[in-house]
């Protein structure tokens, strides 16, 4: 099969690339693109550390065929900061240990943005929901659900 032309948006920069027709979201980021932060840990969508936000939603990249971003905005981990400053869902995680080997991170700050994104005040129950499709292997999530409650606090201006 030939390869297809799309045009997508990646962390506010324009790409066109000509990719395969059998290329998976991730495999386009991490390999083409040579963004690493989003990881394969399962390939089959169940444990969340690929996930991206695409349209506004956010999905798992292991599962969604590259050919579905054309005339998309993506998102991804690397997108999240500006600069040097870190988004303060990252600056949350660092400051309150919600992460233990990092590899399931950048999957749960995605699902967590995209949750405060919808939900700027969620409650824990809201926030256990928001990231039930990420696994993380090391920790009780504990640490995870405090980091995203006090970056829901800080993007709120601390009320």
Not at 5 to 14: A, C, M, P, R, W
Not at 43 to 71: F, R, W, Y
Not at 85 to 96: G, T
Request: charged share 25%; proline share 4%.
């Amino acid at each position: 099969m030939e390869n297809r032309v799309i045009k997508f948006v990646l962390n506010g920069e324009s790409y066109e690339l000509s990719i395969p027709p059998w290329r998976t979201l991730l495999e386009m980021i991490r390999e083409d693109l040579k963004l690493t932060g989003a990881k394969e840990g399962c390939g089959q969508g169940e444990c969340g550390s690929c996930t991206v936000i695409m349209g506004g939603k956010s999905v798992n990249s292991c599962l969604v065929p590259a050919m579905e971003a054309d005339g998309q905005e993506i998102v991804t981990i690397e997108g999240l900061k500006d600069g040097d400053e870190l988004h303060p869902i990252q600056k949350a995680f660092v400051e309150r240990a919600g992460m233990q080997c990092g590899f399931c991170t950048p999957g749960m700050i995605m699902s967590a943005k995209h949750l405060l994104d919808h939900n700027p005040d969620p409650t824990l129950e809201e926030i256990k929901e928001g990231v039930s499709g990420n696994f993380c292997r090391c920790t009780g999530y504990t640490k995870i659900f405090e980091s995203i409650g006090a970056a829901a606090k800080s993007m709120k201006g601390g009320k």
